[in-house]
């Protein structure tokens, strides 16, 4: 039975006794399926910390490529492994998870993530404590594993879709291997997820492709078009070179978000157009100064290396909890630099524990008191 934040409100103070658990990034076994742009600078990030790095690719040759580019310690499939990194397309990814946790010979607590860039129907089918959904928003105009590098993740925001029935300690224990690649970790809700990618990555990749195309086009009618490009384009459209043949099913299984938003886009566009029509130099001056603004105040999500606190939350060790946390700091727009859950001795809960910037914790701690939870922060003491 799941409990009620109120419910949570009567846990144990701080100070009762705890045993931690080791949630840190301690390198071990992986298994990677799909040694792709993404799938194979996984593994070679994992490689350079210290993990043994096994994985598979549909594609002939494309694994034993890995293995000689250093994306892979060798081919094959390993079921002892402790972490599983499902790298296939979209549609594939729910029977290759499915078929892991149904078999007998697989580790039993193999904790295991996908990289879709969509995360709603994929969470719906695969609905078991041990698989956190996953999207690492980080990529390159470059395609295989040929474009794959070990720093790829580094300073990118990496999501993770936590649900009720997430493990706590797979999901900390995620997190941290993740951070270690140097991803900045952010929870959503899954159907969350998809209606902020659509409108940040989706139809942005939609619409880089359309005016290349139109580019393109014309192009064939001026030939000096092209060379005119200049850094503006080239940055706009930068995307537009990605591999295609992952869209058709991004736009299948997020189809709902990607139309609503780029209904908006047609509506502002139209508005754009009438602006520049009837020469509304006011108008136009206020969208443009507006759009220069937010693009200057996009946060780079990086925390200072001083002013950190620590805010512990007495929790009872069930699931659910990981994912209401953790997904309210997102939507409060606060990111955290760690994680650990330490456990009560009685085994039937323990603290969570999350490391943030000074400025930020008194948001988070009101707003876990006014859900029920006994949060409390303090100054991040010496480490060991």
Known sequence: MTTSPTEVAGSPSTDRPVTKVDQVATPGRAMIYGTGLIGGSVGMALIERGWYVSGVDAADGVAARAVRLGALSEEGIDVTADLVVVATPVRAAAEVIRGILSSTEWNPRAVITDVGSVKGPLVAAVDHPYFVGGHPMAGSEQVGVDGASSDLFVGATWVLTPTEVSDPDAYATL??????????????????????????????????????????????????????????????????????????????????????????????????????????????????????????????????????????????????????????????????????????????????????????????????????????????????
Do not use: K
């Not at 929870?187 to 580019?215: E, G, K």
């Not at 699931?319 to 009560?344: C, P, Q, Y």
């Open 175 to 384: 997190r941290n291997v993740l951070t270690d690649l140097g991803a900045d970790v952010v929870a959503l809700a899954p159907d969350r997820h998809d209606s902020m990618v659509a409108v940040i990555s989706h139809v942005p990749h939609l619409t880089a492709a359309t005016l290349m195309d139109l580019a393109a086009g014309l192009g064939e009618e001026h030939a000096a078009l092209l060379q005119l490009a200049a850094g503006g384009f080239r940055d706009m459209t930068r995307i537009a070179a990605g591999q295609p043949s992952i869209w058709p099913d991004i736009c299948d299984d997020n189809a709902d978000a990607i139309v609503e938003t780029l209904d908006l886009l047609i509506d502002a566009l139209a508005a754009m157009r009438r602006r520049v029509a009837e020469h509304d130099h006011d108008s136009l001056l206020e969208i443009l100064g507006r759009a220069a603004t937010a693009r200057r105040a996009l946060p780079d999500g990086a925390l200072r290396p001083e002013g950190l606190v620590e805010v512990r939350v007495p929790v009872p060790d069930q699931l659910g909890i990981i994912a209401e946390v953790t997904t309210l700091a997102t939507e409060l727009g606060i990111n955290f630099s760690d994680l650990e859950i330490a456990h009560s001795v009685e085994g039937d809960r323990g603290v969570l524990v999350l490391v943030l910037d000074e400025r930020t914790a008194p948001t988070l701690v009101s707003a876990l008191i006014e859900r029920g939870y006994r949060a409390s922060s303090a100054p991040l003491g010496p480490t060991q």
